[in-house]
């Protein structure tokens, strides 16, 4: 199942600075997993405290939530309020 991968300048290291990526996986855990693959040392970045937008959705619990085929799902740096 390919997903295009968006990931903010932050999250950019491990991928040379590549903005954009595919993926593969049903949710956005597996979704990390493949990127952490491809890309080690991603996964435990993304992890670490950054939103998931799925198709324009901000997913509050991102790790178990499926992604369709062809999703356009952004990890971007959390916001602080307050």
Do not use: C, K
């Not at 968006?6 to 999250?11: C, E, Q, Y």
């Not at 491990?14 to 049903?26: F, K, L, M, Q």
Request: proline share 6%.
């Amino acid at each position: 199942m390919a997903v295009r991968v968006h990931l903010s300048s932050n999250l950019r290291g491990p991928t040379g600075g590549i903005a954009e990526v595919e993926a593969d996986g049903s949710t956005v855990g597996a979704l990390i997993d493949d990127l952490d693959r491809r890309y080690p040392g991603l996964g435990d970045a993304l992890r670490a405290g950054v939103s998931v937008v799925i198709d324009g959705l901000l997913i509050a619990h991102p790790e178990y939530e499926p992604v369709a085929d062809g999703a356009q799902v952004y990890f971007v740096p959390q916001t602080a309020g307050g």
